[in-house]
């Protein structure tokens, strides 16, 4: 994306500004990223905060090349990755799933959708941790599937499996709680 | 039974965690603070590495005046030789931007299908000049986030109006003076991109009543950028960004309603932070 180009040229000039902006643009996707992976808002949150501040000091040396959506997204899977490693895997329920706050929407509707949000990270907390960043980096950060397959360092067609496998293993989980 | 494009697109458009306003803010400020802090501690040999480098430069030496007239140097490269009058608009262009003392315009973008997308019922106005950077975000005609650089006061603000958060973020002299160095305009960073991709002269036509004349650059990714400039003012009227995400999604990016050459100040662009 031209944007995003523009403001990897920025960054490499240190500007506030662009850093702002790349902040106000992906910081959520982010945040929906590592709590899809880890079904934990706190750890989430503390997984978020490392890489988007990691961001910021080397922001500086960001490569031409390379998409700046990847390269976060990145950030958040290696962190997640390493946090898995230190700890045993937590399991999610509905009482740990905490209020998910949409700020577009009205007080009407926050609790209507806090509830199909809990229910979408029930679902995919369900699914394996591979087809769960097969899932999640597809459909909430945009990457393409090869680069999917480099992260995970698989062949495309693993990642396209795993992509299958998940969404139709979400369809079951989902289908008859689900609202349209 | 929900099909597999329904339990995709929920996935998509509804499984949607924000960060909480004060974590928000506060790790925004951070980041800022990191950015700056990480920019200050650069070593000083590279610094000065970079200044001999850019002294014996001989096209650096043209000074900010040659470099801001090459922002549109693509527009005046297509036109030379060919006994067009648009190599004269564009020159002019060049030199209006350069000499306009501060400009304001709406951007608009779409695409993210983030909850909290501007698209379509937000914008942003945004303000700049050579000392200062604003922009007002904007959701259902509401003003909700303001973001605010004073290169002369060294400030950095983000203010949240509602609920009311404001977080002030010193700058150091040297970040300060390095980003209006910089120039407000950003031109090596316009040409950089123009030049990286292909370009072709798009003609003129009538937009809000303005004839204008546009150009058309297009990534190695296919996404396209267009800017229109008023025939006769000589001042940029439109620009857009559109292309297709790897998700086939399209996205566009819009600036329109500039105001060129305004003084920021008579317009009140300095940011009142609310006693409570």
């Known amino acids: ?180 | 039974m929900r099909s597999k494009k329904a339990i995709e697109e929920a996935i998509r458009t509804k499984l949607n965690h924000t960060l909480d306003l004060p974590l928000r803010d506060q790790l925004l400020a951070r980041a800022l603070r990191e950015q700056g802090q990480s920019q200050e501690t650069e070593p000083a040999l590279n610094r000065s590495a970079i200044r001999r480098m850019i002294m014996k430069n001989s096209i650096v030496k043209l000074g900010i005046a040659a470099v801001v007239v090459a922002v549109v140097g693509v527009g005046i490269a297509e036109f030379l030789g060919t006994g067009s009058t648009s190599g004269t608009l564009w020159a002019q262009v060049a030199k209006n931007v350069e000499t306009s003392r501060g400009v304001i315009f709406r951007a608009r973008d779409t695409g993210s299908r983030d909850p909290n997308d501007a698209w379509p019922n937000g914008y942003e106005i945004r303000w700049r000049s050579p000392a200062i950077s604003r922009t007002d975000k904007y959701r259902g005609g509401q003003m909700y986030r303001t973001y605010y650089f004073n290169y002369d006061a060294k400030t950095a603000i983000a203010l949240n109006h509602n609920p009311k958060h404001c977080y002030q973020e010193a700058l150091s002299d040297e970040r300060a003076q390095r980003l209006r160095a910089e120039g407000w305009t950003d031109p090596q960073g316009l040409i950089n991109l123009c030049r990286s991709v292909e370009h072709h002269a798009l003609g003129q036509k009538t937009i809000d009543g303005v004839l204008c004349e546009g150009i058309e650059a297009t990534g190695p990714d296919g996404s396209t950028g267009r800017l229109w400039v008023g025939v006769e003012t000589g001042y940029p009227v439109l620009m857009e960004i559109e292309g297709v995400n790897g998700r086939n999604v399209r996205f566009t990016a819009t600036m329109d309603q500039f105001r060129w050459n305004v003084d920021l100040s008579a317009e009140g662009v300095e940011l009142s932070i609310p006693a409570d």
């Open chain 1, 1 to 180: 994306m031209l944007e995003d180009e523009w403001l990897k040229w920025k960054l490499r000039r240190g500007s506030p500004e662009a850093l702002a902006r790349v902040y106000e643009k992906y910081i959520d996707a982010l945040l929906t990223l590592a709590m899809g992976l880890l079904g934990n808002r706190a750890t989430a949150e503390d997984v978020v905060q490392d890489v988007f501040l990691s961001f910021a000091r080397s922001a500086k040396g960001l490569r031409s090349r390379g998409s700046l959506r990847s390269y976060l997204a990145t950030g958040v899977l290696n962190r997640v990755r390493d946090r898995r490693r230190q700890l045993h895997r937590q399991t999610v329920s509905i009482e740990s799933v905490d209020e998910p706050v949409c700020r577009s929407a009205g007080p009407d509707q926050v609790a209507v959708l806090a509830e199909q949000i809990a229910r979408l990270d029930l679902a995919v907390a369900e699914l394996p941790q591979e087809q769960r960043e097969v899932v999640l980096l597809r459909l909430k950060m945009d990457l393409k599937f090869r680069d999917i397959a480099h992260l995970q360092q698989t062949s495309v067609n693993t990642v396209l499996g795993r992509y299958r496998y998940g969404v139709d293993r979400l369809r079951s989980l989902l289908n008859s709680e689900m609202e349209p």
